[in-house]
């Protein structure tokens, strides 16, 4: 996009013309290299990062970009001539705007319109999350020595939000091609004389979407960029959007392990009961313990440098300096509370992997901690300590993207109980501190942010330890999710090694 900047700033091409040839160009081909569906939506190309697309630039937007700067920069300039050229084609476009001719993109006009929108803001300041008018950091912007420049950061700023926007209007505006089972309607319900649904990533809220940046990528297969984005546009070839789609091959649109149920992406990749019950190992648990084995890697990584690295808990006496002009410096107070893994000299570590990458399923619960029995009674990882008699524990859950909120819920309510006896000392006379951490992982890599900031700041992972984890868990479970997509049509599944993608990671 740099190499056409330059031309879009000196040369007039209409702006009809971009967005109509030279945008229809580069989506064609966008979507070729990407092998996005045609069918699919093509706003995910263009779409930010947080919002699940892979932030490419786009080039009816980045046209319009540079005449605003080009216009700004004639406005503004030092010349009395040339603010007076620019006054006169203001002035020729403001009387356009009233005539038959407003349908045109006017620069001038759009300029006038976002400098307004930039003085409001500065007035009634930022708002976030919907926490009120001036809640949180007013964005900061550069003072160089062109004091326009500034301005003009912040308009492009505004108009860069205003386009966001605007895309995600015209998504939600436009009916989704695609099965009604693995969709969210409009305000939770369908349309019914209109029928139109639309995708569940519009619903996606607190989430760390994959990330489809260009050094990433280029280090991935091509299935992976592939099934990636069809996958958040709900747009593979599954048994039921064949049938939407009239395809020969669509059959009848039911599940194609036989058990009469839409043949859906969600419920092929998190709901199929057939595949859940597959024994010894279901392809649902495969994914599961594969994004596991990742954290538990992590963990012990982490719990080894902790022990290492271990910090005393006494505040050792500090010395104080004086200066020359003779200013007495005291010195900073430390902290006498050490992190929570650096408590410790003899924590232990159980998970439902072990060191091979094999699945353990049978280890009860911890007796020194508490004799807890039945299925499903202990979460999927435990780490405690008998000399500071503190227990913390990490179950994952792996569910469809629009349940990650519901899931977490549902697992904290699970455990409190054992949480609030280890508290009050109901085993053993004992009473523990507890530190539950429940995280979810969605089967197409989206993590729910709050827990998964949460876990890593508990355990005490470091910024770059914290991003290695996270793309692991990510690359696991896009594979898995991926390999059982291509197995859809296999009645039998072989047990599998888990994927470990934790060591093709990179900080």
Same mark, same amino acid.
């Not at 030279?22 to 996005?36: F, N, V």
């Not at 305000?187 to 639309?198: I, L, V």
């Given at each position: 996009?740099?190499?056409?900047?330059?031309?879009?700033?000196?040369?007039?091409?209409?702006?009809?013309?971009?967005?109509?040839?030279?945008?229809?160009?580069?989506?064609?081909?966008?979507?070729?290299?990407?092998?996005?569906?045609?069918?699919?939506?093509?706003?995910?190309?263009?779409?930010?990062?947080?919002?699940?697309?892979?932030?490419?630039?786009?080039?009816?937007?980045?046209?319009?970009?540079?005449?605003?700067?080009?216009?700004?920069?004639?406005?503004?300039?030092?010349?009395?001539?040339?603010?007076?050229?620019?006054?006169?084609?203001?002035?020729?476009?403001?009387?356009?705007?009233?005539?038959?001719?407003?349908?045109?993109?006017?620069?001038?006009?759009?300029?006038?319109?976002?400098?307004?929108?930039?003085?409001?803001?500065?007035?009634?300041?930022?708002?976030?999350?919907?926490?009120?008018?001036?809640?949180?950091?007013?964005?900061?912007?550069?003072?160089?020595?062109?004091?326009?420049?500034?301005?003009?950061?912040?308009?492009?700023?505004?108009?860069?939000?205003?386009?966001?926007?605007?895309?995600?209007?015209?998504?939600?505006?436009?009916?989704?091609?695609?099965?009604?089972?693995?969709?969210?309607?409009?305000?939770?319900?369908?349309?019914?004389?209109?029928?139109?649904?639309?995708?569940?990533?519009?619903?996606?809220?607190?989430?760390?979407?994959?990330?489809?940046?260009?050094? /990433? #990528?280029?280090?991935?297969? +091509? $299935?992976? !960029?592939?099934?990636?984005?069809?996958? =958040?546009? %709900?747009?593979?070839?599954?048994?039921?959007?064949?049938?939407?789609?009239?395809?020969?091959?669509?059959?009848?649109?039911?599940?194609?392990?036989?058990?009469?149920?839409?043949?859906?992406?969600?419920?092929?990749?998190?709901?199929?009961?057939?595949?859940?019950?597959?024994?010894?190992?279901? /392809? #649902?648990?495969?994914?599961? +313990? $594969?994004? !596991?084995?990742?954290?538990?890697?992590? =963990?012990? %990584?982490?719990?080894?440098?902790?022990?290492?690295?271990?910090?005393?808990?006494?505040?050792?006496?500090?010395?104080?300096?004086?200066?020359?002009?003779?200013?007495?410096?005291?010195?900073?107070?430390?902290?006498?509370?050490?992190?929570?893994?650096?408590?410790?000299?003899?924590?232990?570590?159980?998970?439902?992997?072990?060191?091979?990458?094999?699945?353990?399923?049978?280890?009860?619960?911890?007796?020194?901690?508490?004799?807890?029995?039945?299925?499903?009674?202990?979460?999927?990882?435990?780490?405690?300590?008998?000399?500071?008699?503190?227990?913390?524990?990490?179950?994952?859950?792996?569910?469809?993207?629009?349940?990650?909120?519901?899931?977490?819920?549902?697992?904290?309510?699970?455990?409190?109980?054992?949480?609030?006896?280890?508290?009050?000392?109901?085993?053993?006379?004992?009473?523990?501190?507890?530190?539950?951490?429940?995280?979810?992982?969605?089967?197409?890599?989206?993590?729910?942010?709050?827990?998964?900031?949460?876990?890593?700041?508990?355990?005490?992972?470091?910024?770059?330890?914290?991003?290695?984890?996270?793309?692991?868990?990510?690359?696991?479970?896009?594979?898995?999710?991926?390999?059982?997509?291509?197995?859809?049509?296999?009645?039998?599944?072989?047990?599998?090694?888990?994927?470990?993608?934790?060591?093709?990671?990179?900080?």
């Amino acid at each position: 996009m740099s190499k056409v900047s330059c031309d879009f700033y000196i040369h007039d091409f209409p702006p009809s013309f971009v967005s109509k040839e030279l945008q229809s160009i580069q989506t064609k081909y966008l979507k070729k290299w990407s092998e996005l569906e045609v069918r699919a939506d093509p706003s995910v190309l263009y779409r930010p990062r947080e919002d699940s697309g892979m932030g490419l630039k786009e080039v009816a937007i980045e046209h319009k970009k540079q005449r605003l700067i080009r216009r700004h920069q004639l406005a503004t300039s030092r010349d009395p001539q040339v603010r007076e050229i620019h006054g006169r084609f203001a002035a020729f476009q403001d009387r356009k705007k009233t005539n038959a001719l407003r349908h045109q993109w006017l620069e001038c006009v759009e300029m006038d319109e976002l400098l307004a929108e930039v003085k409001t803001g500065k007035i009634k300041g930022t708002s976030s999350d919907g926490a009120g008018v001036g809640y949180g950091v007013r964005r900061k912007w550069s003072r160089p020595q062109d004091k326009h420049k500034g301005e003009r950061e912040a308009m492009l700023h505004v108009f860069g939000e205003i386009a966001k926007e605007n895309r995600l209007v015209k998504v939600m505006s436009k009916p989704l091609e695609g099965e009604q089972v693995s969709t969210v309607p409009l305000h939770g319900k369908p349309d019914e004389k209109r029928g139109n649904y639309f995708c569940g990533w519009l619903t996606w809220r607190n989430v760390v979407s994959l990330d489809l940046r260009w050094n /990433r #990528i280029l280090q991935k297969q +091509d $299935s992976y !960029l592939r099934f990636a984005l069809n996958a =958040v546009q %709900d747009s593979l070839p599954t048994p039921s959007r064949l049938k939407h789609w009239q395809q020969d091959s669509a059959g009848d649109g039911l599940c194609p392990l036989g058990c009469r149920v839409t043949g859906s992406l969600l419920h092929i990749l998190c709901q199929c009961q057939k595949a859940i019950k597959e024994e010894p190992q279901s /392809r #649902i648990t495969w994914r599961h +313990d $594969s994004i !596991l084995l990742a954290i538990y890697k992590s =963990v012990k %990584d982490r719990i080894k440098e902790a022990m290492e690295s271990r910090v005393e808990t006494e505040v050792e006496d500090s010395i104080g300096f004086k200066s020359n002009l003779g200013k007495f410096t005291a010195p900073r107070a430390q902290s006498s509370q050490a992190p929570l893994l650096e408590s410790a000299d003899d924590w232990k570590v159980q998970f439902d992997v072990n060191d091979e990458g094999v699945s353990v399923k049978e280890r009860p619960f911890p007796s020194e901690i508490a004799v807890v029995s039945g299925p499903g009674s202990r979460p999927d990882g435990v780490i405690w300590s008998m000399q500071t008699k503190t227990v913390i524990w990490i179950e994952l859950t792996s569910p469809w993207e629009e349940n990650l909120t519901k899931k977490h819920f549902e697992k904290m309510d699970k455990y409190n109980k054992l949480a609030i006896d280890l508290r009050e000392g109901k085993h053993h006379g004992v009473k523990w501190t507890v530190v539950p951490l429940c995280v979810e992982v969605g089967a197409r890599g989206a993590i729910n942010e709050q827990p998964w900031n949460w876990m890593c700041k508990r355990l005490g992972f470091s910024k770059c330890s914290k991003r290695r984890l996270t793309q692991g868990v990510q690359d696991a479970a896009v594979a898995c999710s991926y390999y059982i997509f291509l197995c859809r049509f296999l009645r039998t599944w072989e047990p599998q090694a888990l994927v470990d993608t934790l060591e093709r990671s990179e900080c």
